[in-house]
């Protein structure tokens, strides 16, 4: 059996474990070292094994993981959440739909200073639920909306699923950042707008709920500033290049935990809390990487991305019709994993056939360009059936709305993101003018 076989049979059993709910990390350090080894046997195995790992590691660009799952935990804990979607309903409440809507900008704004997308669902549930149930709102509508917003969360930066493929692809993490943010305006505007339409054709889904004073308003609007400061300070600094995204995740998860003591929402069995969530969060994180290392390793000797990215340059196919089967089998992988799982499976074998083919741009645009493009189908995955994460989460909180009647409620929130993926792949400059315009 040659090493290009055993490689695609290695990514069946792989793709066949994760479908089994085997954890990510324990069934690609199986396959990896299983595949390593019926290639160079065990000897070279250890040889690898006492120095990659280090390496992989002793990565500066980690560093910058655990102190943005650090700022999400402490905003949580300084109730932003709750501020959020309380300065989003005083302005929004009043229109048919407008309780979703707050909902949604809600989300976008936690998902800017949380980066994951299951946190911001969990957390907005909780704030945003009660007050959609108290206006009688369709669990169609609720849970739908909540589930799509969410994934907002892994969009707008800071994100930590982006921050892996940035360095799965050895792209700059700051470059990577800014081609996001306007893409994830747009997810949050078209969110908006697929509610606005939503409640238009059943207007019963959304009552109108009571208007507030213009004192309540600016009342909210001023709750909401520690965000603001939060947001101008991390992701403003890295853009200007005032810190490196280390540095500023560090500087923000600070001034996080200085506005949670100061709202009284964090005192120490808190700080502990927040201190053991990162520490899981970071270490199941680090534990896929090893796994990813070991699996991408096995590839490489195998040169199956190598071979695969030849064969797919001479079958004459234009290189939009490969993106898009790419993109079609984000899709299917998002009904059997997660996000980060399908990052760290797919980068190392699709991104040498993208980086193969003529997309009419520079090396550092087309990572961006497509970096984005992954980010979002991946986000798509969230809330994909049959087996939609955020759904499930979302799901889970609202008992009286069944399963069946969340994944209804997203299929007009998948619409608006197919929509969205659509533009951007026709127009590259949504993705680049910003990157551009900084440089």
């Known amino acids: 059996m040659t090493s290009f076989e055993i490689a695609i049979y290695a990514i069946a059993l792989l793709v066949i474990l994760l479908a089994l709910r085997i954890p990510v990390a324990v069934a690609m350090i199986v396959v990896g070292v299983g595949g390593y080894v019926s290639i160079t046997g065990w000897t070279a195995l250890l040889n690898y094994s006492m120095t990659s790992p280090y390496w992989r590691f002793a990565n500066y660009d980690l560093s910058v993981i655990p102190m943005f799952l650090l700022m999400g935990q402490l905003a949580t804990k300084a109730g932003l959440s709750s501020a959020l979607f309380k300065s989003a309903n005083a302005y929004l409440g009043h229109r048919r739909g407008g309780v979703a809507m707050a909902a949604v900008g809600g989300c976008a704004g936690f998902g800017a200073i949380c980066g994951s997308s299951l946190a911001t669902a969990a957390t907005m549930a909780q704030v945003a639920l009660p007050e959609l149930k108290k206006y009688k709102y369709s669990g169609a509508l609720a849970t739908g909306a909540l589930a799509a917003g969410g994934t907002l969360g892994i969009l707008i930066p800071p994100s930590v699923v982006l921050v892996i493929f940035a360095i799965a692809v050895e792209a700059n993490i700051v470059t990577m950042f800014q081609a996001a943010f306007i893409p994830g305006i747009m997810a949050a505007a078209g969110y908006l707008v697929t509610i606005a339409i939503y409640v238009r054709i059943k207007p019963e889904a959304g009552p109108v709920g009571p208007k507030a004073t213009k004192t309540e308003r600016r009342h909210a609007l001023i709750e909401t500033w520690p965000v603001m400061v939060i947001f101008l300070l991390v992701i403003g600094g890295i853009y200007l290049g005032v810190f490196t995204p280390t540095e500023g995740a560090a500087f923000g998860a600070l001034g996080t935990g200085i506005i949670a003591v100061w709202r009284g929402g964090l005192r120490w069995f808190g700080f502990i809390e ?66 980060l799982a399908m990052i760290l499976l797919t980068v190392p074998i699709f991104w040498p056939i993208i980086a193969g083919l003529d997309f009419g741009m520079p090396e550092d645009d087309l990572k961006m360009w497509f970096g984005v493009i992954v980010l979002i189908v991946v986000e798509v995955g969230l809330i994909t059936p049959p087996v939609g994460l955020n759904v499930f989460v979302i799901n889970s909180m609202s008992k009286a709305v069944k399963l069946k009647e969340t994944f209804i409620g997203v299929l007009p929130f998948l619409l608006s993101d197919i929509i969205r993926i659509v533009l951007l792949v026709l127009f590259p400059t949504l993705t680049l003018a910003l990157p551009h315009m900084l440089k």
């Open 274 to 339: 927040c201190i053991k969530g990162t520490a899981i969060s970071t270490a199941m994180i680090f534990l896929i990487l090893l796994g990813a290392d070991f699996f991408n390793a096995f590839l490489g000797l195998s040169r199956m991305p190598m071979e695969l990215a030849e064969v797919i340059g001479s079958s004459g196919l234009t290189p939009m019709t490969i993106l898009l089967i790419m993109l079609i089998t984000y899709l299917l992988l998002g009904c059997v994993m997660d996000s």
